[in-house]
Nanobody, 113 residues
Framework: QVQLVETGGGLVEAGESLRLSCVVA????????LAWFRQAPGKEREFVAA????????SYADSVKGRVTLPRGNAKNTVYLQMNSLSPEDTAVYYC??????WGQGTQVTVSS
């Protein structure tokens, strides 16, 4: 059974940073594509960033490019989303997905002005 669990969300002030984590159980992430999406209140879920692990290819939404990265970490089967210079427009529930087939439950990020 494949499960994804996101952590690291919280309440921060504008300009601060957060690192979200997504732990994947039940499947090896190194043979998959992983992505982060977010959904703000009253809005559709939107793409944030993605990584093709085998090819080490990353892509980012224009709205976060230059502020968001997907750093590699030491924890096995874990993908990170490093977000810097956060603004209130980044307030949303952030989800990670494995090949856009399996989804986590999301973690809330709230940025105050």
């Amino acid at each position: 059974q494949v499960q994804l669990v996101e952590t690291g969300g919280g309440l921060v002030e504008a300009g601060e940073s957060l690192r979200l984590s997504c732990v994947v159980a039940g499947q090896d992430i190194t043979s998959n594509n992983l992505a982060w999406f977010r959904q703000a209140p009253g809005k559709e879920r939107e793409f944030v960033a993605a990584i093709g692990w085998a090819a080490a290819i990353t892509s980012y939404a224009d709205s976060v490019k230059g502020r968001v990265t997907l750093p590699r970490g030491n924890a096995k089967n874990t993908v990170y989303l490093q977000m810097n210079s956060l603004s209130p427009e980044d307030t949303a529930v952030y989800y990670c997905t494995l090949s856009r087939h399996y989804w986590g439950q999301g973690t809330q990020v709230t940025v105050s002005s």
